[in-house]
């Protein structure tokens, strides 16, 4: 199991080097001259040339990308011309609109981005695992057909029609709940979960579909395998057999596609985030994407993409502990 | 415990037909039982013998009420200790099976849990029939159970996965299961057929152990007439969902009435017969293919398993050269490795002198065509997308000498050549059975002319009527054709039917190897012995066709039956 695990670090590791080559080819294929989006709008000739020589960019590209990296791990000191700013171990620069460091833009929006997506995950699993089981359990009765068209319109309907309706119904109408507005679940974790559930909401009523088909199909496929009829045969009934031998077999692609989802979602949920005015990664992203603020949004995608990895890692994790011959292969 | 005057099981008029697609009785309607009834008294044993399809194994289920919500239709009645199985509502049927009535599957590595403890499976089901055991109690039973049915070490191989169990001690451990509920009735649907000879011969005398100290009866459904010979009082033969005949035992091994049970009879291959006629051998003929000290390790490091280990080997032109052992033995890896399917670790592979063990592209492509190979799975084997004809001629294109005209004939004279219908080239391995399937294969492995055929286990997941077919389909290619062929199996009756030469593999190495007939009347190895000695005996055969497997007249009348 070590061992195991070991690999499977190593395996991310070598993905995120990877990532951040082939992130860092941005700065290039990006139009535009880094040095002048750097600089601004209204620089002369001198001062773009000047801030070029302070980003490093007459550098060889090897030597650049070392310095990345570099700075990455140990930190970088930049030169402003008038004086030394140091930027903190993870750096992953400045950014170009307002000189902040992109590692501070991106840790002050996590805690909204993190919360979402695992708020969410929570209430998807709950409504898609549980859709799927029930529509497994009673398979060709109404409770299966109904269950089918919920989470089919829940999927087909786009999340700013679901969230719209959702503020429109819970906020306007019936006043249950305030319109959302973030407050950091430090400050107040009771207000953090009343101002998050219809966000959560919207994004679970979203994801849930593809879980209840993928829960439901697993399940039935599970049903049908010998050990089912083994313990069919010794009069065990078909609620403990769904729940205590087919759900166990039909976990680990349920875990494969949440860590997928999971991870692409710590990378912001734009749409979602923007309509509640959530102060997360998606709207950082869109921002820095508008303003070509190159740092930013190399930063934002080696988070990203370190998310996916991490969760994926955690994934394995979790399916080698449900089933102990994963570990073997 | 429900006190009983009658029989144990009574069956009437049962039969079971299962619906084709859809629901549609038109389309693919299957009639499995049809109108069976036989009785079974407490502590009996009856064998139910036939051949796949005739539904030996569907009327075991419905002992047990197990097509109850598949779809199948079930008419008649089903009683076992007084339960009317077929009326019974849900929870009375619950108590019954694993209660009343315990059934053990085929397949041991399936047929359990692979996320679960096996000694939480068994309390789990343990539990269920003896309401109010507490957890500690019901793990306690389950190790007891499985020391029972001799787990060694029980107590902690009860917190094993089944992966981690071998396939004997798998189904040993499924018995187990059985065992924990103390039923009346233990229904085993093929038992041993997964296993090998001498895990077989344990597993059926343990069967026999329990039956005496708990009295419980027993219905074992095989195919193989001499697992049953040596495990019931009474057997019931099956045909076509119908009891062809029924009756003690010995009388019916002996005497049997129904020409049926006489084929089936004479079909088993039986490992005291001796291969006929006698392989001539005026000159030696030339080698074909020579390895020398073949090696083969899969994995690396600590997880390193060394399937073939030092293996030297000759076949010549036209002979036969039979290689036996247990599953995990290295036979199928060194099969592989002969025709190149697999690259040899270490050592020498010569064909006519020629060093093949490191050639690659072009080179290698040039002698393919002379080593193919036969799989043991015609059902797998065969692309199920493209036609028959199609999968014959494909190494013929690969080939590319022939014109797309030359090769479809020559595809068709090839599955004539292997007794089928050449105007079957258009039509698909579903509509054909597991024989005619592996004919197909023959057939695919003939296309390229070649001088070897590697047989890996071609026979294993047919039918004994089948077999005897296919073993005489290639004694006769072989005669006509000149090959020679290397013929793998575990089953050590039929490899002798068909061998000069036998090699008997034990964990990669060979143990024995000479002249079939001296091997099997004086084996010098224990192993080889061991594994003699744990071929289940059947009486000799009835009067009738002396050699069934090889061209015989009443091999070809069979033949004929199984084309048509």
């Known amino acids: 199991m070590t061992g195991y695990l070991l690999r499977r670090v190593l395996g991310a590791l070598v993905v995120l080097l990877a990532l951040s080559v082939l992130v860092y080819a941005l700065f290039y294929l990006a139009p535009g001259d880094p040095a002048r989006l750097a600089c601004g709008p209204r620089c002369n000739p001198e001062q773009i040339a000047q801030v070029r020589d302070q980003l490093g960019l007459n550098d060889p590209v090897h030597v650049q990308y070392a310095h990345f990296l570099q700075s990455l791990v140990a930190g970088h000191d930049y030169s402003t011309g008038t004086g030394v700013q140091h930027c903190a171990a993870p750096c992953l620069g400045r950014s170009y609109q307002n000189d902040l460091p992109v590692t501070d833009l991106i840790v002050q929006r996590l805690p909204a981005t993190v919360s979402l997506a695992l708020g969410a995950m929570v209430l998807w699993l709950l409504l898609g695992v549980g859709a799927g089981l029930l529509s497994a359990l009673r398979r060709g009765g109404i409770t299966e057909r109904l269950v089918t068209w919920l989470v089919l319109a829940g999927a087909a309907t786009p999340v700013f029609i679901t969230g719209l309706m959702l503020l429109m119904v819970f906020c306007a109408q019936l006043e249950w709940l305030p319109f959302p507005s973030y407050v950091p679940l430090t400050e107040d974790p009771e207000q953090w979960a009343w101002n998050l559930l219809l966000p959560w909401l919207a994004l679970a009523l979203l994801e849930s579909a593809k879980y209840a088909r993928l829960t439901r199909s697993s399940v039935l496929e599970a049903l049908a395998e010998d050990h089912i009829r083994t313990f069919r045969a010794y009069g065990v009934s078909e609620r403990s057999l769904v729940l205590r031998h087919a759900l166990r077999a039909a976990l680990p692609p349920v875990i494969a596609l949440t860590a997928v989802d999971l991870g692409t979602m710590l990378g912001g949920a734009m749409l979602t985030e923007t309509l509640f005015g959530l102060p997360g990664i998606g709207q950082l992203i869109v921002q820095a994407t508008r303003t070509v603020d190159l740092p930013v949004v190399v930063g934002v995608v080696l988070v990203t993409g370190a998310a996916v990895v991490l969760a994926n890692i955690l994934a394995d994790v979790l399916h080698a502990v449900t089933d102990r011959r994963a570990a073997l292969r | 415990m429900t006190t009983m005057t009658g029989p144990l099981v009574s069956v009437e008029g049962l039969t079971v037909d299962f619906p084709g697609r859809d629901g549609d009785v038109r389309d693919g309607a299957v009639r499995a039982v049809d109108g069976l009834s036989f009785t079974l008294a407490p502590g009996a044993a009856l064998g139910i013998v036939g051949e796949s399809g005739s539904g030996k194994s569907t009327a075991a289920y419905a002992l047990l009420g197990l097509h109850r919500g598949t779809g199948a239709q079930v008419t008649g009645t089903v009683r076992v200790a007084g339960h009317d199985v077929q009326a019974a ?476």
């Open chain 2, 89 to 564: 509502d849900d929870a009375t049927l619950r108590k019954l099976r694993g209660g009343t009535a315990a059934m053990v599957f085929q397949d041991p590595l399936s047929s359990l849990d692979p996320y679960q403890a096996i000694g939480d499976q068994i309390a789990e089901v343990h539990r269920l029939h003896r309401p109010g055991t507490t957890r500690r109690a019901a793990r306690a039973r389950a190790v007891a159970a499985l020391d029972r049915v001799g787990i060694p070490d029980a107590a902690r191989r009860a917190r094993s996965r089944p992966h981690e169990f071998s396939g004997g001690m798998r189904q040993r451990a499924l018995i187990a299961m059985a065992v924990a509920c103390e039923p009346q009735l233990l229904v085993a649907d093929e038992p041993t057929t997964a296993l090998d000879v001498t895990v077989q011969d344990r597993i059926l005398a343990l069967l026999r152990e329990l039956r005496e100290e708990t009295g419980m009866g027993l219905v074992l459904v095989t195919h193989d007439l001499g697992v049953a010979a040596g495990s019931v009082d009474e057997l019931l033969v099956m045909k076509d969902g119908r009891a062809v005949e029924r009756g003690p035992l010995r009388p019916l091994l002996h005497a049997p009435r129904a020409p049926y049970t006489r084929e089936l009879l004479a079909a088993v291959p039986r490992v005291e017969e001796r291969r006929t006629p006698p392989a001539p051998a005026a000159t030696a003929p030339e080698v074909l293919l020579e390895a020398t000290g073949l090696h083969r390790t899969f994995g690396r490091g600590r997880h390193a398993v060394t399937a073939v280990d030092d293996v030297s080997l000759t076949v010549r032109a036209g002979e036969t050269v039979g290689i036996v052992g247990e599953s995990g033995s290295g036979k199928t890896t060194l099969g592989r490795m002969l025709v190149r399917l697999l690259d040899p670790g270490a050592g020498e592979l010569r064909y006519r002198g020629q060093d093949i063990g490191r050639l690659r592209g072009r080179d290698l492509r040039a002698v393919r065509g002379d080593l193919q190979m036969v799989f043991q799975d015609p059902a797998s084997s065969l692309n199920p997308r493209r036609s028959i004809g199609e999968s014959v001629a494909d190494p013929l294109r690969a080939a590319g000498r022939l014109t797309e005209n030359r090769i479809i004939g020559r595809a068709k004279e090839l599955l004539e050549r292997v007794g089928l219908d050449p105007d079957a080239y258009h039509r698909y391995p579903h509509e054909f059975s597991g024989g005619q399937r592996q004919r197909v294969g023959i057939a695919r492995a003939l296309a390229p002319e070649p001088r070897i055929v590697v047989c890996d286990e071609p026979v294993s997941a047919l039918d004994v009527t089948t077999q005897a077919q296919v073993v005489a389909l290639l004694a006769e290619l072989q005669r006509d054709l000149g090959l020679a062929l290397v013929f793998i199996a575990h089953d050590l009756a039929v490899v002798r039917q068909v061998s000069d030469r036998l090699v008997v593999m034990r964990h990669g190495r060979v143990v024995e190897e000479g002249p079939a007939d001296e091997v099997y009347d004086h084996p010098r190895d224990p192993y080889t012995r061991g594994l003699l000695a744990a071929v289940p005996a059947l009486p000799p055969a009835p009067a009738g066709p002396a050699d069934p497997g090889l061209a015989g007249p009443a091999g070809a009348a069979v033949r004929r039956n199984a084309v048509a």
